[in-house]
């Protein structure tokens, strides 16, 4: 009976499902505003503080080490307290974060204000795709945990859109001294929803199961996908709890597991060293430096957020048809390509700016269809749960460590060895990324995450994914 269920077809509560969903990514929308907030600000904050390029890097970085630290815990209170109220510990944290950046006095409160958003990030960013994947039907998982990836870069557009709004109404030298502090200010707003919304969702049921509130569980995933499939997931996540105990030291003795913690660090340093966050915190400063001007680098701006918006969405509806690796091999390439051509761009005698705007757009609808939303869904997916929070923590600690490089020293390579060179090394990173890709990783598409557990634990044995 329990194997007919398995493979029947069933009818998830989509509704439900959704609406949850929905919420949670909301998350997501905090992480990208706050990551691309920078973007605008940066210029203005060069005047106002008198920074230099070392200095605009810590201020843009500053929140990938509050990232650092914010995933680290994430781990440890969404194993121990649960994704729901770890979540709704990043929703105070944001607010807090927003007003701090928006009325600090100096660049040490700014960098202070720009750590703590980063722990919220650092939350958030693991905790919305882990919760979601454990709430989802295993058929449409990966569109689902792609949806935090549509609501990461839709803050993304809208805070690009939010920047462009000021610098176009306000003079240069308001900009300057206000302007930028409502720009981190906005971000009060969404904070405010996200918060008080989790108060709608449930807990997620793995996580129940985890600590044996098992009528909990089955109430949920009921609602989720009806009585015969939650009594097959119920016994499916009985299962899987017995095989792996809850203890990630002592999981990660087995080779199996082991493997699949490396493969999901080296994918998370993997996805920063595609070169999207050096052009997501620096936009303005690239087109600028193509001859736009300053209204007109905003604009740009606000289009690229636009665009990752749409490939996004394009990303959800196939990546479960298409499957997870085939995506992230092929766009691998291709950015490297795009990288390549506007590393030469950028050697021209005479700037071709339309060509600067082509090629970071393509670029950014490649990874927005690959690494962007894939990385995080391979990540949600490969972990037992017993130690899913945990092990997620050490890949997404190594995803913010390579953001942190990434923003710190982009502007510091831009200055001393040019846009050519700095656009090279990230197209190398590229290709040597898709060729691991294809290589060492599995296809985890269309499998429950019980299976997937099985998978890893069958490799000890010998056998192959």
Known sequence: MQAEVAQAEYRPNLGYVVTVVVIASLGGLLFGYDTGVIAGANEFLKSEFHMSAATTGLVSSSIDLGAMLGVLIAGFLGDSFGRKKALSVAGIIFIASSLISAFAPSVGVLVLGRFIGGVGIGLASLLSPLYIA??????????????????????????????????????????????????????????????????????????????????????????????????WDVEEIRKSLEVVPDSLFQELSRPGIRKALGIGVVLAIFQQFTGTNAVGYYAPMIFKAAGAGTNASFYDTVWIGAIKVIFVIVLMLIVDRVGRKRLLVWNGMLMALFLAILGVAFSLPHMITWLVLALVFAHTIAYELSWGGGVWIVLSEIYPTAIRGRAMAIASFALWFATYLVAQFFPILLQAIGGTWTFWIFALFCIAMAVFMQRVVPETSKKTMEKIQSDWLQSERGSSL
């Open 134 to 231: 454990e709430i989802a039907p295993p058929r449409i998982r990966g569109r689902l945990v792609g949806s935090n990836q549509l609501a990461i870069v839709s803050g993304i557009f809208i805070v690009y859109f939010v920047n462009a709004a000021i610098v176009s109404s306000h003079t240069t030298a308001w900009n300057q001294t206000t302007g930028w502090r409502w720009m981190f200010a906005m971000g009060v707003i969404p904070a405010v929803i996200f918060f008080a919304l989790l108060f709608l969702v449930p807990e997620s049921p793995r996580y129940l199961m985890k600590r044996g509130r098992e009528e909990q569980a089955i109430s949920i995933l009921e609602r989720v996908s009806g009585p015969e499939r939650a009594r």
